[in-house]
């Protein structure tokens, strides 16, 4: 049986992250409190991949990038070159009013599913959630271009396409053909759109956009 492109809702795949689901479930039962599912079109050529949902971001909403900082910037690039319609609310919630955002072209999705404390994966938490990135990788019929967002989701693409990680180094703005079961595609790779990144000046929104910039470039191609 093929490895679905979500985890089951009360996945127990990593222990310790689910302790922590639900420890946070105990402490907020009205938050999402289970593995993040992906957002976006179906038939996107864009496949974006973060690290692990925040504790008070997707966790709490439900969608990924949607609470905090880092989806402040991320969805305010998207619109800006055109890949999203609609409003963008930091405080929707999957379950409860819809804030009309769709993603065009596109879907976000993350390395690792479930929250992890700290927001720090460790290695065989990555390992574990793989193969549900390696099926939606399959299931997009029309991929052209995965941007990483960061190392973690940068190195766990690579894994997913059975590349060597001396072979494709992480940096900003790196790209890469790839291929996954037969599907050719451009790794491309930015530094997380976190607030430290932010705030450090690491990552400014006008190396962000020139990241966007270059993708719907590939894309045009």
Not at 140 to 168: C, E, Y
Not at 190 to 212: A, D, I, Q
Request: proline share 6%; hydrophobic share 35%; glycine share 8%.
């Amino acid at each position: 049986m093929s490895t679905p492109a979500l985890p089951p809702h009360d996945c127990q795949i990593c222990t310790r992250l689910a302790a922590y689901r639900d420890a946070n479930r105990a402490a907020q039962p009205d938050w999402f409190n289970a593995p993040v599912p992906c957002f976006g079109d179906a038939n996107a050529e864009l496949l974006i991949v973060g690290l692990a949902p925040g504790v008070t971001g997707a966790n709490r909403t439900g969608r990924p990038f949607t609470g905090d900082w880092a989806g402040d910037l991320l969805y305010a690039t998207l619109d800006k070159f055109g890949f999203c319609e609609g409003t963008y609310d930091k405080n929707h919630m999957i379950g409860h009013s819809d804030d009309g955002l769709r993603l065009q072209n596109c879907m976000i999705t993350n390395a690792v599913r479930c929250v992890p404390p700290q927001n720090k994966p460790v290695g065989a938490e990555i390992n574990n959630c793989r193969p549900f990135l390696q099926a939606r990788l399959a299931s997009l019929p029309n991929l052209k271009v995965v941007l990483s967002l960061g190392k973690i989701s940068h190195d766990s693409v690579l894994r997913a396409s059975g590349v060597k990680l001396k072979d494709a180094p992480f940096g900003h703005a790196v790209s890469y053909a790839l291929s996954n079961k037969g599907a050719d595609f451009t790794l491309m790779s930015s530094y997380h759109c976190s607030r430290y990144n932010t705030n450090t000046g690491r990552l400014t929104t006008e190396m962000f956009e020139g990241v966007f910039k270059a993708v719907r470039e590939r894309l045009l191609k």
